[in-house]
């Protein structure tokens, strides 16, 4: 990688100089970030990151090349503003560095391709991504897989190697009904709308079809529209604001067109996002406005259902259950009690709470493969907390932390199920 090491962060998506300076230095954030806990190192740290920030808003050095690694060592799990008493932005902070990283780095000829194909072709065409989903399931369901995995024919490839041994065995996909609609069960109280998702129909299909039989069984119409799209969340963590932006976009016209009561989101980093629609635009006078109207009906599942409030399941789940908190709803969107409240409402469910349940699991979107010792090194110490709690089933609110986590079971040889709170209430209703 290579930059041009501008003095300052000039452009819209700079981290602004109010948000630099709101910090104090005080060094109560430390504690809550998984990367200095992991490195120790103050650079590593949110204090030491805003510091760079403001050396390099200043003027004192350029945007370097170690100053970008400090930058993406960052998980964007957000634990940093939960820690901090004086306020401090961090994750719209990063948002906006990342996207001057973007701006000024020129990145090596693979990790362009990989970003070409990642935000530019299959995140904003779905088809496409569905058609990749495809080819992949017929490389799991042939046999070709096992002979792959059999002869260790990548094994001279370490990193496709391990990306390979990270794939998640992909179920039934979810598609919702061609007329968009599932009817509330008995009379309708409300009216949803669903973000469907991009990886969740794809990896984690029955989560959807969970969320849906839920709503429904509380009462509420549930449309789920085809012409809907990725969130953009991946886009706006990873220094692509502008594809984020169009995303938003064709996201709030499509939501806004069916005039629901809510837009419900079963994934936290999805929902996050759609909740910062309002901040992503505020700079473009057409979608102001509409952007606050959509960011203000957008739900987490878990806490629609606390705020319904929600039917009492009556089917016995007889399990010890706890929980992750997913890093988008307990930092980014201030949810802890909601998806507590749905578990401790299932008959016979035990639930126990981990030590250090809002600790990042070290998934972070593509994290875990573009840093993945680092990310491992996290996983193991969440995966030491999930064992000692003993659970029969972990459960959490985002798909990447589902996957993340169902990968430290595997790591750790735990005799424990991954769910989301969703399915597990869904089973409870029978
Ligand atoms: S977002 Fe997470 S990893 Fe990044 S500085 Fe804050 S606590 Fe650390
Ligand atoms: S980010 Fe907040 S908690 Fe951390 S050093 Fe700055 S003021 Fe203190």
Redesign the pocket.
Known sequence: MTTNAPLELPGADAPTEADIYKCVHCGL?LQ?????LELGLETE??RG?VALMKAVHGGRFGLTEGVVGHMEL???????ETACPSGVP?GRM?EATRAQITATTRRSLRARAVRFLVFRLLFPRLGLLRAGAWLLKLYQRSGVQWLVRELRVLKPIKSLDQLEQQLPRLPKFYRPPPSELVPAQGQATRRVAMLSGCVMPLVYGPVNEATVRVLARNGCDVLTPRAQGCCGSLHAHSGERDGARALARRNIDVFLETNPDAIIVNAAGCGATMKEYVELLEGDPAYRDKARRFSALVRDVTEFLAELPFEPPKKELSARVTYQDSCHLVHAQGIKDAPREVLRSIPGLRFVEMKASDT?CGAAGVYNVVHRDLANGILDQKMANVAAAQPDIIATANPGCMLQLEMGVRRMGLDARVAHVVELLDEAYG
């Open positions: 954030c809550a970030c998984p990367t200095y740290s949110p990151r960052c998980l964007q799990c957000r634990a940093c961090f990063m990042c």
